[in-house]
């Protein structure tokens, strides 16, 4: 599987920070069929309000749902990485976005058995779109550093039996040396 990058539009929205909260947000949108990949809520500072975000809200129809229960276009430019996970793609991607200046607003990603899923927020709009062409390079990139870790990872693997049987080889020579010699003198 392919990791894909693609720019997101959070929908957003605050509601007081009590219980059933997020139920009753919700429950509009899966009412009206709306299929939800991300789903975040966290309570203010002041503990009373929270802000729910969700992702993604597309078609007219989803977007009418969502203005009925109060969400809005997040004003955070995003950018959605999902795809197949592998060591340090993550930190492939949070590298390149640093080598290019870019700074993150925040960033959430987790793997769910092989699958890749992150959310990359950006200050301007111009930054999110410049991180799509960065994240696909970087993750092109990654493929071709996880060929490369295979291959050292295999060189080290064969060098030690390699070391003993060289090292064998010494000592049947060796050996091999001394008997000779001990014939040569007896003889």
């Given amino acids: 599987m392919a990791v894909t990058v693609r720019r997101a539009t959070l929908w957003s929205t605050n509601t007081g920070n009590t219980p059933g909260a997020l139920a009753r947000t919700l429950s509009p949108l899966a009412e009206s069929g ?108 990654s493929t071709s550093t996880k060929k490369k870790a295979a291959k050292r990872k295999k060189k080290v693997t064969t060098k030690p039996a390699v070391r003993k049987k060289t090292a064998k080889k010494k000592k049947k020579t060796a050996s091999r040396k001394k008997a000779t010699a001990g014939r040569r003198k007896a003889g």
Wanted: include cysteine; charge should be positive; charged fraction near 25%.
């Fill in 34 to 141: 709306v299929n939800l990949d991300l789903v975040m809520g966290f309570s203010h500072p002041d503990k009373t309000q929270a802000t729910i975000e969700v992702f993604p809200v597309e078609g007219s129809k989803d977007q009418r749902a969502a203005r009925r229960t109060g969400f809005q276009k997040s004003g955070f430019p995003c950018v959605w990485v999902i795809g197949e996970n592998r060591a340090g793609l993550g930190r492939g991607i949070a590298a390149a976005l640093a080598d290019a200046g870019i700074n993150l607003n925040f960033f959430i990603a987790q793997v769910v058995r092989r699958e890749y899923v992150g959310m990359f927020s950006f200050e301007a709009e111009s930054e999110a779109d410049l991180a799509v062409k960065i994240i696909r390079k970087a993750v092109r990139g």
